[in-house]
Structures are given as C-alpha cells and as structure tokens.
C-alpha cells in the first residue's frame, strides 16, 4: 500500500465537513473523513484547481485493478442516491476521492477490501466556469 497523494479541500468544504464529522456518531468512515480534512491542504474554493474534486463535482474514476469507469457525483448525506450516481462524502469511495486530482490514485479500505482506485475526469464542479 503506497502512501495517500496530496489533497487539497475547499475552505468552504471543510468548514462544513467539520460540522458534519461533529454530528455524525463516530464510524470507520468518519474517522477517516476527519484523517483526511486534517492532512488536507486548505484553499478558498476559487483558487482550488479546476482538476480537484469538491463537494458537488461531478468526476470520473476508474478501479485501477479491474480496469471498470464510473461517473459520480460527491455530495452531502441527505443527496446521496445511488439511482442517479450521487455518493456520500460518508461513504468509502466519496471519502476516498474528496481533495483528489485528476491522474490521482489512492489505496482505499471499500466494502470487500481494499482497492486501488484513480480519479480520470473532474466532469463538472462548483466554482468553475463550463467551457
């Protein structure tokens, strides 16, 4: 298992993923969420680079072992749904990914295990202009 690459939280994120952690009963996940907002390095939302995924992007990732894509977008708890591709921030894999970059890969604990997982595409997200 490598070490987990550099993240990057924006301010606005972090404040109420905090408030969120605080909240919620303490489970493996939030323990890491709470790992991974204090190691992350914090920015103002627009000086996040556009390649980051945020609260509310929409990104791409790949399992890096079995090779399978999947789009999804990261949200809070009360939006997550499964029907239409909308993962917890709560859950491993929205854990897993907040703060990374594209091309980012991160060795991760998911429901079955460990897994290997890599960000390919940040499709769209909040705080930056559609091209």
Not at 52 to 80: I, W
Request: aromatic share 4%.
């Amino acid at each position: 298992m490598t070490s987990p690459p550099p993240i990057i939280v924006a301010s606005e994120d972090h404040a109420r993923l905090t408030e969120l952690v605080a909240l919620v009963d303490e489970t493996a996940v939030v323990e890491q969420l709470e790992a991974e907002l204090e190691r992350a390095r914090v920015e103002p939302l627009c000086d996040v680079p556009a390649d980051v995924v945020v609260m509310n992007s929409e990104f791409e990732y790949q399992d890096v072992v079995t090779g399978q894509c999947r789009k999804m977008r990261l949200v809070y708890p009360h939006e997550a749904d499964s029907s239409t591709n909308r993962v917890s921030v709560l859950a491993p894999l929205g854990c897993a990914l907040l703060g990374l970059r594209v091309g980012q890969q991160i060795d991760w604990h998911m429901p079955g295990g460990m897994r290997r997982i890599r960000v390919v595409a940040v499709i769209d997200r909040p705080g930056v202009a559609p091209e």
